[in-house]
């Protein structure tokens, strides 16, 4: 189970930073990710990290402003959020592969096995 908070409204330039809590499954095992999902549109990948966090990757949109993390011995998941503006507008969704220790199964939401509820991040102008 994922249970994602952290979201709000902020400004343009803002920071804001995501948190998302595991339990049940031994989340340490399987690679994490944010998705987003803003009005009217598909849900699309934010970004992902490894099982042990030394690997991750971000859509083009985001680089150098977004940044992912886990504890895996606090069960956590994070995303910190910087110089965000309205495009980054979304429900956030924390997720969670269904096959361990395969990274590449993270940015393919096809391949999430568990979702959270989502958080809703809206940015005004």
């Known amino acids: ?44 990948f934010v970004a992902a990290i490894s099982w042990r966090g030394n690997r991750k990757d971000y859509r083009e949109a985001v680089k150098g ?8 011995a606090k069960n956590t998941l994070y995303l910190l959020m910087n110089s965000l503006n309205p495009e980054d507008t979304a429900v956030y969704y924390c997720a969670a592969a269904g096959r361990p220790y395969v990274y590449s199964d993270c940015s393919k939401s096809s391949f999430i096995d568990v979702w959270g509820q989502g958080t809703l991040v809206t940015v005004s102008s």
């Open 65 to 72: 402003r977004f940044a992912i993390s886990r504890d895996n």
């Open 1 to 44: 189970q994922l249970q994602a908070s952290g979201g709000g409204l902020v400004q343009t330039g803002d920071s804001l930073s995501l948190s998302c809590a595991t339990s049940g499954r031994t989340f340490s095992n399987y690679c994490m990710a944010w998705f987003r999902q803003a009005p009217g549109r598909d849900r699309e």
